[in-house]
């Protein structure tokens, strides 16, 4: 049986977007930046309020990643759908790290800290590069 992951998030561009092209015959666009999700609550026993932040490494490809690198700029808030994976490694510390790294299949500009030009809408590209309504119709589901 096939499986199929999808992962939405929301959140906070942590730095501005390195663009780089593959070595090698693909010559493909890759385009990486962080994203920062933050989810807040109150602390049911003590009325505290709380917040915890996790941080993704996003990459987009080949023509997505020549759209984010032109659009997507350090504290613009973004929605990404794509696939996570988490992903093991020792700092330069020593101390054991664990990184979560999000592939984006597509994503959308939701405006962002002093950008009043985008007020809450924002414009949506999808992994082919196309620009506007929904990424994916009901018949390309694979289930």
């Known amino acids: 049986m096939a499986g199929y992951e999808q992962t939405i998030i929301i959140g906070n ?3 501005d977007p390195e663009m780089r ?3 090698g015959s693909s010559g ?6 962080s994203v920062a ?8 026993n003590t009325n505290e309020k709380r917040e915890k932040t996790n941080w993704y490494s996003v990459s987009c490809w ?3 990643a020549e759209i984010a690198n032109q659009y997507v700029k ?4 973004i929605m990404i759908q794509g696939t996570v994976s988490a992903r093991a490694y020792t700092a330069a510390d020593g101390e054991a790290r664990a990184s ?3 592939r984006a299949d597509n994503f959308q500009l939701l405006g962002g800290r002093g950008d009043s030009s985008s007020g809450g809408g924002g414009s ?3 992994d082919g590069g196309n620009q506007g309504g929904n990424p994916q119709e009901l018949d390309d589901i694979p289930f």
Do not use: C, I, P
């Not at 350090?74 to 808030?77: E, I, N, S, V």
């Open 21 to 23: 092209y593959l070595q």
């Open 100 to 102: 979560l790294d999000l």
């Open 124 to 126: 949506s590209y999808d």
């Open 74 to 77: 350090k504290g613009t808030q």
């Open 62 to 64: 080949n023509r997505l």
């Open 37 to 44: 999700v933050t989810t807040r609550w109150t602390d049911r």
């Open 13 to 15: 561009v942590g730095r």
């Open 28 to 33: 493909a666009a890759v385009t990486s930046f």
